[in-house]
């Protein structure tokens, strides 16, 4: 004899009081965690590598869509700010090692485009906890294209500016909104350097790093600006800075604080770090604190950083 329905049931005050299984899941659900987001970015680059590669050719995906809950999506803007730049990064870093790895067991390692695009998105009719994928070659984008028109509102004269862009300068890493990145490939970033170390013998005649900026002034239109860093410290400053000198990098802008940064390698650690002293700088889309000179605070900063000053100057750290 089948059992009829208490009051409790009908009026649906059971599940409210004691709610069932799918109630209790749906309550229990956990938000995606970091971790979590870099071992599927990973999953899927290994994935990619099985479904695209044939004879002794090893083919991937350089354009990454990740997709997951909107919950999750705001949770990760709101509590867990500059975390997606960061598991970019490591994941990025992750690829080379694999990449290297078929490449010393004789594999061919060539890539399809010139650089990595990351796109962190979210979708409405994802539950918490759901992750979707789309993976693209970026056939053709090694080509030059023509030039950007660019327009631009330099803050000391509030009167919109157009310009002239060549796309080579976008080459860097690029942050363009939350949730859209680009790296540039480069293969050599596996190897040791970029795991923070500087090679025995190469610092010497190589220096430490290279870091390269682009400006949006009009006499370096479609320039770039590098310095090699050969000294262990160095001091990142504006064009009101009349010193010539070798630990120097003046960058001729107005958007530049004199000083603004000091970045140095620590050989104990063979690591390099930041001190910031400018109105403003953000290293991988985490703020960094403002110091003073004579007490600098310092963050560690790895190869392949993107290094934003004032909102406008873009510095990228690469191997010399």
Request: charged residues 25%; proline residues 5%.
């Amino acid at each position: 004899m089948a059992e009829k329905p208490t009051f409790w049931k009908k009026s649906g005050l059971q599940d409210f009081f004691l709610p069932s299984e799918k109630t209790q899941k749906k309550q229990v659900a956990k938000a995606l965690t970091p971790d979590e987001v870099y071992k599927y970015i990973i999953e899927k680059f290994r994935e990619s590598v099985a479904e695209l590669s044939f004879a002794n050719r090893i083919v991937f995906y350089h354009e990454f869509i990740i997709c997951f809950n909107e919950e999750d999506y705001k949770e990760f803007l709101a509590h867990k700010q500059g975390l997606f730049g960061i598991i970019v990064h490591e994941s990025v870093k992750q690829f080379y090692e694999l990449l290297n790895e078929y490449r010393k067991s004789g594999k061919t390692v060539e890539p399809s485009s010139s650089k990595w695009v990351f796109r962190l998105v979210s979708h409405p009719d994802y539950e918490r906890g759901d992750k979707g994928f789309i993976g693209k070659l970026l056939p053709g984008s090694t080509q030059k294209n023509e030039n950007l028109r660019v327009t631009f509102i330099p803050r000391q004269t509030g009167v919109a500016e157009t310009l002239d862009v060549n796309q080579e300068i976008l080459s860097g890493f690029t942050y363009y909104s939350e949730g859209y990145y680009e790296m540039p490939f480069d293969l050599q970033a596996g190897t040791e350097a970029d795991q923070g170390g500087v090679p025995k013998g190469k610092a010497a005649h190589k220096g430490y790093a290279r870091l390269e900026t682009i400006l949006p002034d009009q006499n370096f239109r479609g320039k770039k600006v590098e310095f090699l860093m050969k000294d262990e410290q160095i001091v990142v400053s504006g064009k009101d800075d009349s010193r010539n000198e070798p630990h120097i990098f003046v960058i001729p802008s107005d958007w530049v604080n004199t000083p603004h940064l000091k970045i140095l390698y620590d050989q104990s650690d063979a690591k390099f770090y930041l001190a910031s002293f400018g109105e403003k700088t953000i290293v991988n889309e985490l703020e960094v604190p403002r110091s003073e000179i004579a007490a600098p605070e310092w963050i560690e900063l790895p190869f392949n950083s993107r290094i934003l000053l004032n909102g406008i100057i873009g510095i990228n750290i690469f191997k010399p």
